[in-house]
Protein backbone atom coordinates (compact mmCIF):
# COMPACT_ATOMS: atom_id res chain seq x y z
CA UNK A 1 0.00 0.00 0.00
CA UNK A 2 1.55 3.20 -0.94
CA UNK A 3 1.38 6.00 1.95
CA UNK A 4 2.30 9.75 2.49
CA UNK A 5 5.28 10.73 5.03
CA UNK A 6 2.37 11.98 7.55
CA UNK A 7 0.82 8.25 7.26
CA UNK A 8 4.13 6.82 7.27
CA UNK A 9 4.30 8.99 10.67
CA UNK A 10 1.19 7.73 12.18
CA UNK A 11 1.80 3.87 11.83
CA UNK A 12 5.58 4.36 13.04
CA UNK A 13 3.56 6.20 16.23
CA UNK A 14 1.84 2.82 16.30
CA UNK A 15 4.71 0.61 16.32
CA UNK A 16 5.57 0.03 12.33
CA UNK A 17 9.16 -0.34 11.35
CA UNK A 18 10.81 1.85 8.84
CA UNK A 19 13.11 0.00 6.41
CA UNK A 20 15.87 2.22 4.80
CA UNK A 21 16.58 0.62 1.59
CA UNK A 22 19.56 3.27 0.52
CA UNK A 23 23.19 2.70 0.42
CA UNK A 24 25.00 2.34 4.16
CA UNK A 25 26.70 5.79 3.33
CA UNK A 26 22.97 7.55 2.64
CA UNK A 27 21.64 5.81 5.90
CA UNK A 28 24.66 7.24 7.67
CA UNK A 29 24.60 10.72 6.27
CA UNK A 30 20.53 11.35 6.90
CA UNK A 31 18.15 9.34 7.50
CA UNK A 32 14.45 8.88 8.98
CA UNK A 33 14.57 9.00 12.52
CA UNK A 34 14.39 5.44 13.59
CA UNK A 35 14.63 3.65 10.57
CA UNK A 36 16.51 0.58 10.34
CA UNK A 37 18.79 -0.08 7.16
CA UNK A 38 18.78 -2.82 4.65
CA UNK A 39 20.49 -1.64 1.62
CA UNK A 40 20.91 -4.32 -0.85
CA UNK A 41 22.55 -4.06 -4.45
CA UNK A 42 20.00 -3.52 -7.45
CA UNK A 43 20.57 -4.99 -10.28
CA UNK A 44 17.19 -5.43 -11.91
CA UNK A 45 15.01 -3.11 -14.15
CA UNK A 46 13.78 0.05 -12.52
CA UNK A 47 10.19 -1.51 -13.31
CA UNK A 48 7.28 -3.07 -12.10
CA UNK A 49 8.16 -5.65 -14.01
CA UNK A 50 11.14 -6.36 -12.18
CA UNK A 51 13.00 -9.86 -11.95
CA UNK A 52 13.81 -10.02 -8.28
CA UNK A 53 15.71 -12.87 -8.65
CA UNK A 54 18.27 -10.16 -10.18
CA UNK A 55 18.59 -8.16 -6.85
CA UNK A 56 20.15 -9.18 -3.56
CA UNK A 57 17.34 -9.02 -0.63
CA UNK A 58 19.32 -11.25 1.78
CA UNK A 59 20.00 -7.86 4.02
CA UNK A 60 15.54 -8.08 4.51
CA UNK A 61 16.23 -11.47 6.29
CA UNK A 62 18.76 -9.91 8.47
CA UNK A 63 16.98 -6.61 10.48
CA UNK A 64 16.89 -7.24 13.76
CA UNK A 65 13.50 -7.69 15.31
CA UNK A 66 11.81 -7.18 11.68
CA UNK A 67 8.52 -9.28 12.34
CA UNK A 68 6.30 -10.41 9.80
CA UNK A 69 3.21 -9.83 11.76
CA UNK A 70 3.62 -6.08 11.99
CA UNK A 71 3.76 -3.07 9.86
CA UNK A 72 6.82 -2.28 8.00
CA UNK A 73 7.30 0.79 5.64
CA UNK A 74 9.90 0.59 2.86
CA UNK A 75 11.46 4.17 2.03
CA UNK A 76 14.40 5.46 -0.16
CA UNK A 77 15.07 8.54 -2.36
CA UNK A 78 12.18 9.14 -3.24
CA UNK A 79 9.74 8.70 -6.72
CA UNK A 80 12.75 8.22 -8.78
CA UNK A 81 14.20 5.32 -6.65
CA UNK A 82 12.97 1.78 -6.74
CA UNK A 83 14.57 0.32 -4.00
CA UNK A 84 11.94 0.70 -1.64
CA UNK A 85 9.05 -0.37 -4.18
CA UNK A 86 11.16 -3.51 -4.93
CA UNK A 87 12.03 -4.20 -1.55
CA UNK A 88 8.15 -3.97 -0.46
CA UNK A 89 7.41 -6.63 -3.14
CA UNK A 90 9.61 -8.99 -2.09
CA UNK A 91 8.62 -8.34 1.31
CA UNK A 92 4.65 -9.29 0.69
CA UNK A 93 6.10 -12.16 -1.32
CA UNK A 94 8.10 -13.46 1.97
CA UNK A 95 4.94 -13.54 3.92
CA UNK A 96 4.97 -9.76 5.21
CA UNK A 97 0.98 -9.08 6.59
CA UNK A 98 1.37 -5.19 6.19
CA UNK A 99 3.37 -3.90 3.80
CA UNK A 100 4.01 -0.03 3.16
CA UNK A 101 5.24 1.76 0.61
CA UNK A 102 6.63 5.54 1.32
CA UNK A 103 7.07 6.52 -2.41
CA UNK A 104 7.89 10.06 -1.66
CA UNK A 105 10.69 8.49 0.67
CA UNK A 106 13.38 10.49 2.55
CA UNK A 107 13.08 14.08 0.31
CA UNK A 108 9.39 13.93 1.12
CA UNK A 109 9.73 13.20 4.85
CA UNK A 110 12.05 15.83 4.62
CA UNK A 111 9.75 18.61 3.06
CA UNK A 112 7.27 17.66 5.70
CA UNK A 113 9.29 18.77 8.41
CA UNK A 114 9.58 15.51 9.81
CA UNK A 115 12.80 14.33 12.16
CA UNK A 116 15.95 13.13 10.70
CA UNK A 117 18.93 11.46 11.95
CA UNK A 118 22.46 11.04 11.42
CA UNK A 119 25.35 13.07 9.67
Same mark, same amino acid.
Given at each position: ????? +? *? =???? @? #? *???????? !????????? !?? !? #??? @????? $?? +????? /?????????? +???????????????????? /???????? =????? =??????????? !??? @?? $???? =????? $???
Amino acid at each position: ERISA +S *Q =AQAL @L #G *QGATLVDT !RTANEFQAK !RI !R #GAV @LAAYV $EK +SLKDV /AFNPAQDDFQ +SLDKVAGLDKAKPVIFACNG /AECWKSYK =AAKVA =AEKGYKSVYWL !RGG @LP $EWIE =AGLPT $EGG
